[in-house]
């Protein structure tokens, strides 16, 4: 498939890392001695061969490429920028971690080189959006990764109910619930139990967080499912978090519903490296103890 030549690259910097900065300061000039446009989408990068995305006279419509610099953190936040285009996204990753962020600073310049040529695929990643009715107000968040309800603080247990197109699933007493795409499955849900599923599978992973009861395990459902979480806890001490970056406080009777966004956060992928092989990379499979 040939495809359109990119003209318009935005950055993103992790911030508060001068590497990071560096880094993204020695990108844009090498970008702009190729006569592409460089635009930042936050203050991380000063450069006088990169503009600010918000003061410049574009949208991100007309953004042909994202980079990202940083971990994965970076790359969540930076998406959210772009979920609602079609803006392919190159995630290199400069922490020590990173499933979303598959190419490294090393091969940086080469990616980036056959990127520009068009020779690249792209992993198109489901997202999810959480609605929530805080007194009339219908307020919704958009996720690549997870959402999660839970206790905001060393209280007890909190009560959740959980349905799945209208029909109970159970009330679980826990430290709360996560809901994840597949693309998050290696995120938070992991870390709960939760399987790891393969990026392109429709589906959604709702994972309990130390439930009271050992036999609540997680369970994967239809990507088109619509998922209810209702608050039973009469505390404050509830809330929802997304992307772990953003959060907002839940009451009583409070309900989240869960489903698929219809857009799609695309990710390059790394030209070295399998889905299987990033796996084994980053959680170190069949290494043994001490080698």
């Known amino acids: 498939m040939k495809r359109a030549p990119i003209k ?28 592409i446009e460089c635009y930042a989408i936050d203050d991380s990068i000063v450069c006088a061969t990169c503009r600010s995305i918000e003061t410049a006279d574009i949208s991100y419509n007309d953004i042909d490429l994202l980079i990202s610099l940083g971990g994965d953190g970076t790359l ?28 490294s600073l090393a091969n940086m310049y080469p990616s980036l080189e056959r990127v520009l040529k068009g020779d690249y695929s792209v992993s198109p990643r489901t997202t999810l959006c959480s609605k929530i009715n805080h007194a009339g107000v219908l307020q919704s968040y958009k996720v690549l990764n997870d959402i999660v309800i839970n206790k905001r603080s060393l209280a007890r247990l909190i009560e959740l109910e959980l349905s799945i197109n209208d029909k109970l699933v159970s009330i679980y007493k826990s430290d709360g619930l996560i809901v994840a795409t597949p693309t998050g499955s290696t995120a938070y849900s992991l870390s709960a139990g939760g399987p790891i599923v393969y990026p392109s599978v429709d589906c959604m992973i709702i994972s309990p967080i130390c439930s009271h009861t050992l036999t609540q395990r997680p369970i994967v459902v239809p990507g088109d499912s619509v998922v209810k979480i209702r608050v039973l806890s009469k505390s404050n001490e509830v809330q929802l978090t997304l992307d772990g970056q953003v959060s907002d406080c839940l009451e009583y009777q409070n309900e989240v519903i869960i489903e698929r966004y219809q857009k799609k956060v695309k990710l390059i992928q790394a030209f070295d490296k399998t889905y299987y092989e990033i796996l084994r990379t980053k959680l170190h499979w069949g290494k043994r103890g001490g080698k």
């Open 76 to 103: 969540l936040s930076a998406a959210k920028s772009v979920i609602d285009y079609d803006v392919p996204i190159l995630g290199v990753n400069l922490g020590s971690l990173g499933f979303l962020t598959e190419i």
């Open 8 to 35: 318009r690259i935005a950055i993103v910097a992790k911030r508060k890392s001068t590497k990071a900065r560096k880094e993204a300061n020695q990108l844009s000039e090498f970008l702009s001695a190729k006569k």
